[in-house]
Structure formats: C-alpha cells, structure tokens
C-alpha cells in the first residue's frame, strides 16, 4: 500500500503555526513540492509525498493524519485472468441466512466475483499459468467460511443458481414461452405467489423472444427464486426495473433468508442495495487492472463508508473525495429563470396506449426529473418533445433546438469516440471547461481512440451522454442517462447534467428509475400516473418535495435521510419509522437519521 498524508482543511490554521509542516517535510527540503501552501492552506501532493509522518508530528492542530491509499496487494490475490491482466484480491465470506450486498465501479471485479462463487470461474490464486487443484484452493481459504464453501463446491455438494448480468441474452439461449419456462423451473412450488408478487401475469403466455428487457428481468429472477438451491446470486437485479418493480424484486429475494440460504448482490442502485442487504463488501481499485474486496460491514455502515471514500479498518483512502448529498431538498423557486417552454394539454393515441398530459412548464437552468412506472409514456413525453413523436395541437415544440439521449442507445456511427464528439461540441471540444467539466468527469478522453460500434454498455452510454450534453440546444432531453452505470458514474452524470444546465442557463428533462440519482440531481419532478400499457398521465412539474412524496406514496415506500451522509434510504416495511411516516404523510424524508 502507498502511504501518504491527507489533510483535515478545517483545521489547518496555515498563519497561526508558520508553515510548519513545509519547514520539516524532508521532501521539500529536497526541492520537491510535496507540501505546498495556497490561499492560506496547506496543499499536500499524493504523487510527492513519502509518507515518513514528520508532519504528522509537528502539525499543531493535529490536521494532518497518514492513510493508505490503493495499491496491489503482494498477496490474498484470488484470481489473475493472465499475465498483465485483471486481478482480483480477497473474497467476500458467504454466510447463510445474510444478504450480502457488492458495491463498487464497473470493471472492478464484482461480476468476476459471482462467477468464481457460482463455479463458472475456478479461482487460481494469481497461478495462472498453472492453476492450483482443488485441496490447495481449499487450504489457501483455510480458517474462513471459503473453506467450507469451496469444500462443498469440489464435492458438488452445494446447489448454486446465479442471475447473470445481461438478462437481454436469456432469448438466444431459452425459447418458448414464459408459462413453460417458470412452471418448468419451480422446484420450490412459488411460482403462483411470484407471477401476482412480480406481476408476471400480462406476459404469462408470451414468448420469451418478445420480452422488453425488464420483463426479461423478473422472469429471470421469478426462475432464480423458484429453484431449490443452497446458494442464491444476483449479478444487478435491478436493470431495466422501476422503481415499484425493484421494490417487489428485492421483497422476493429477501424472502430467502428465511430459508436461511446465501444470497449475494451485486447492485448500483444505492437504495435497492441497502434495503435489500444486511452486510456490504466494498470494491475498490483501478479497474480493468485489479480489485480489492474490503472486510465486510453493516450495510448502512459500508454503504457510508463507499461514499466517504475511506475504509476506516484498513485505514484506505480509496477516493480523493467524498460524495455528498442536499441536507434537505432543494426548494422550488421562480427565481431559476424565465418559462423556456409551456405546454397545454396534449394527447398522443397508439393502437393499444394512450398518453394524456396535463399543463406545464419548464424554466431556463432548471432540471425536471421524471417518475413512474415502466410503460406509463415518460418515453413518449420526451419523444414529442424531442419531435419524433407528431401530436395535432397547437404546442410549439417544433421551434425549440433539442439535444436528445434516447432510451436504448444503437451504437450506429461509424467512426471513433473523438471524431464523434469533434463533430457535435465543434469549437466547444477544445475549450478547457469542456475537458474539465464534460470529458474528464466521466474518462471520456480514455475512449477517444475507441470505435463507436466496439464499445460496451456502460461505455456506449457515457459518450451518448456527452454527445447529447456537446450539442448548442434549447432543451437538453435524457431518457435513463444512469442505465449500466455504476454508483460513482451515475453521481457524475448528476453532477455534469447540473453543470451544463447552470452554465448555458438550459433546462433539462431526464427520466430516471434511480431515486437517489433523482434527488441528487432534479429541481423539481413531473410524475405519471394511470395504468402502464393503457393510459399514461403526465402530471405538471412539482417541488421536488412534493413530487417525491406523491411518487412514493403511490409506490407505497417511505425514505428516510441517512444522518451522516444525508443520502435517501427505504425504510423498511412496517417498521417503525415507515408507519410513522405514513401517519404524517410524509413519505419522501424526515429530519430523522
């Protein structure tokens, strides 16, 4: 691990103590600038500094402290793909009757980590030349539940069933319909509860081939939970579900630990994964190089810990700085800017769908998140905004610039990142704010020389972002801009969306199924009502507040803000504060921790 010293800026007290800390810093003393003082502050260089702890010593105000930060470890390495390739350190321990909840970056680990638990991968110790047998798997991992696990694993003596990440791929795999395929899977005699529990019933007959990607989702989740199985995987349950959906999903599985079976998630939904777990393990690292698994810790305690970006038992720094979230929502206010756009009411009439929407507006330099179910018109609303949907009114949709980030991404162009983003930012692409506020935020620049059609998911969806928010506009629209994102990307996203929007002064809609990433990033909410696959209402623009209060209260979920790092957090049902909450209508947040 590289040791080096952080500083506390709020107690540095640079004119009251002299610079001490630059005085003794043997690195300064040999000409290199690993404490330096700027605007009164002392400034310590991560890449200078030697970690000797003189500072430490001499600084008065104890503001100074020593920490690790990230580095390959010399051993605990579980499995290494080859030589120059990803690496992976440590094993989160299994234990029955536990949901255990994985969080950290894409490329970091986690689904490599299902993988080795599930059987798919058999771990070689970092020996990747000549993997090791199963008695000295077992001897490494002696002393922990690993060697009981993977005792059992040898022996085939443990039944693993896993849901894999991408879900869109069951149909190449599996025909037939859904009725056949859950009835098939039911070994636990569920499936009946799961169909009314997930809502399986509008799909029961339908082939599989014609699936939308959430319902794929709970199909295969209803087929993971209705198989008898000593260990039970999730690798991202929450993809392409609302937030009711998710919900209902994490109810499900959570039923498990009755049963008192393993179960393991991995999630980037922030509020799923803490209502669904009870422990965490956190991943942390460079990824695509190598992954470190942390000690296991309660969930509210890990979740806290992945924000703050500092594992206190391993005394880690893993993150320059800390997430953080509103103390309390921001406020509406008429002082945003001037109406850009008003609506009356408009109608837009399918074969079998029908989208009513009610009167609004939305201002300069203000963001509108959108909420509500799968298949109640969000998707339809932005599309006539965007002016690929026609409607016969007399709203002037038509004379407004858009900048438009659909739903499902086609990774069409051809040519690379950097030609493509040249195209659309134009003069803008050499500006520094352009590089230090879009491309940076989001390691665009490490994609440049990519192919547009060689990209992954989550990498395709990072530069359909930055190309919607490089384009001149009016309005900027993004439809899930947090889809196949991990936690951290997600926050940056929000952060980047509400830059551009205050810099240029232009609004933005975005739909989002992510309630943290919403409250993170909307001034106020638009919330749609009526019956998904049958008519959709789109209900005026709100305070954030109210908006969110009048969602969850449809969902029948109550959240709470965490005391430390004030993120919002799903009560659980029929606890305590959820029924306090809901005797007071107050089903968005309270000042309880």
């Known amino acids: 691990m590289t040791r080096v010293a952080v500083l506390e800026t709020d107690k540095c007290k640079v004119k009251k103590c002299g610079q001490i800390c630059v005085k003794f810093c043997p690195m300064v003393r040999s000409k290199l600038e690993a404490i330096r003082i700027e605007d009164n502050k002392a400034i310590i260089s991560e890449l200078l ?76 110790l970092g020996k990747y030349e000549k993997s090791p047998d199963w008695s000295q798997i077992i001897q490494h991992f002696r002393g922990s539940s690993l060697q009981d696990y993977f005792q059992k694993m040898s022996e085939k003596n443990l039944k693993i069933i896993h849901k894999p990440q991408y879900v869109d791929k069951i149909p190449r795999a599996i025909s037939g319909k859904v009725k056949d395929l859950l009835e098939k899977t039911d070994e636990r005699e569920i499936i009946k509860d799961l169909k009314l529990d997930l809502e399986l019933e509008k799909i029961w007959t339908r082939s599989l081939d014609v699936l939308s990607g959430g319902e794929l989702q709970r199909v295969a989740i209803a087929a993971v939970l209705s198989r008898e199985a000593d260990v039970y995987l999730f690798d991202e349950p929450s993809s392409y579900l609302d937030v009711k959906q998710r919900l209902q999903v994490a109810r499900a599985i959570r039923t498990l630990k009755e049963k008192q079976k393993i179960i393991i998630i991995a999630e980037h939904d ?30 509210r305690t890990g ?58 507006e939305i201002r300069k330099g203000e963001i509108i998140g959108i909420l509500g179910p799968n298949g109640i018109g969000k998707t339809t609303f932005i599309k006539i905004l965007a002016g690929l949907e026609k409607i016969k009114n007399k709203n002037k949709f038509s004379e407004l610039k858009v900048s438009y980030k659909p739903q499902y991404i086609a990774a069409d162009y051809d040519g690379t990142v950097q030609e493509l983003l040249m195209n659309l930012a134009k003069k803008k692409f050499m500006t520094s704010w352009y590089k230090t506020e879009i491309i940076q935020p989001l390691k665009i620049d490490l994609l440049f020389d990519r192919e547009i059609k060689e990209l992954s998911g989550g990498e395709l969806q990072k530069v359909a972002i ?112 959820d029924n306090f909450q809901k005797e007071i209508g107050e089903y968005y947040y309270t000042h309880l921790g």
């Open 303 to 360: 979740i806290n810990i992945y924000l703050q970006g500092y594992i206190p038992d391993e005394n880690i720094l893993f993150r320059k700085e800390p997430i953080i979230f509103h103390t309390k929502p921001p406020q509406s206010t008429s002082s945003i800017g001037d109406p850009l756009l008003k609506w009356e009411n408009f109608e837009k009439k399918f074969k079998e769908f029908q989208l009513k929407a009610n009167p609004g």
């Open 466 to 577: 930055t190309a919607c928010l490089s384009q001149k506009a009016d309005l900027l629209l993004l439809d899930e801009p947090s889809a196949y994102l991990d936690v951290e990307e997600r926050l940056n996203v929000a952060r980047i969306i509400r830059r551009v929007v205050e810099a240029h002064n232009i609004p933005a809609f975005v739909v989002e199924h992510d309630v943290v990433t919403q409250d993170f990033l909307a001034d106020r909410i638009m919330v749609f009502a009526g019956n998904p696959g049958i008519i959709g209402i789109a209900n005026p623009p709100v305070s954030l507040r109210e908006g969110m209060n009048n969602f969850l209260k449809d969902m029948d979920i109550t959240f709470r803000r965490d005391a430390t790092t004030k993120r919002p957090r799903v009560n659980k049902e029929s606890s305590k504060l």
């Open 49 to 124: 500094c030697s970690g000797c702890g003189i500072c430490v010593k001499k600084c008065p105000f104890a503001a100074i402290s020593i920490v690790n930060l990230p580095d390959e470890l010399d051993k605990d390495c579980s499995h290494r793909f080859g030589k120059n390739k990803f690496k992976l350190f440590r094993l989160p321990t299994p234990s029955p009757g536990i949901v255990l909840g994985l969080i950290g970056k894409n490329g970091i680990g986690k689904t490599t980590t299902l993988k080795i638990l599930s059987g798919e991968v058999k771990p070689n």
């Open 270 to 299: 922030l509020a799923i994964i803490d209502y669904l777990s009870d422990q965490i393990c956190i991943f942390y690292g460079e990824p695509g190089v190598y992954g470190v698994i942390s000690h296991v810790h309660g969930v």
